[in-house]
């Protein structure tokens, strides 16, 4: 994956993650991505953020609300999060360039995360294919 183009030289996320008002650390370090998705890994513990817009985008600001994307965030401690339940992510598409702004959006657990809640904010620059 080349980490040129567009003028954007960087691949990079600034997320911040609470599940039931707790900081998790996410600091990943792998990142891939097409029209259609991202998806953010921290190699060091095996978490990740995957997003499916539920859609392919094309060239422009899009404005997704919480019923119009799916979330697939495994934390450190190995709970499943799928279940959007509020919130919102601004993607604005230049070339192949995708950048993500993640506004309150929460996701109930699911499966080993069941009855637990994360809270997704930040942003994310990512060069997909």
Not at 21 to 44: C, E, M, T
Not at 48 to 56: A, F, K, N, T, V
């Amino acid at each position: 994956m080349s980490n040129v183009c567009n003028s954007t030289t960087t691949v990079e996320a600034n997320i911040s993650v609470r599940i039931d008002g707790q900081d998790q650390g996410f600091f990943p370090n792998q990142f891939s991505g097409s029209s259609s998705g991202v998806k953010l890994v921290a190699s060091s513990d095996t978490t990740h953020l995957e997003i499916d817009y539920g859609q392919s985008l094309g060239q422009g600001t899009h404005n997704l609300t919480h019923t119009q994307f799916q979330i697939d965030y495994l934390d450190p401690a190995g709970r499943t999060f799928t279940h959007p339940v509020a919130g919102t992510i601004q993607v604005k598409v230049v070339g192949n360039v995708h950048m993500g702004t993640l506004t309150g959006v929460k996701v109930d657990g699911t499966g080993s995360g069941a009855g637990a809640q994360a809270l997704l904010s930040g942003t994310y620059v990512i060069i997909v294919s």
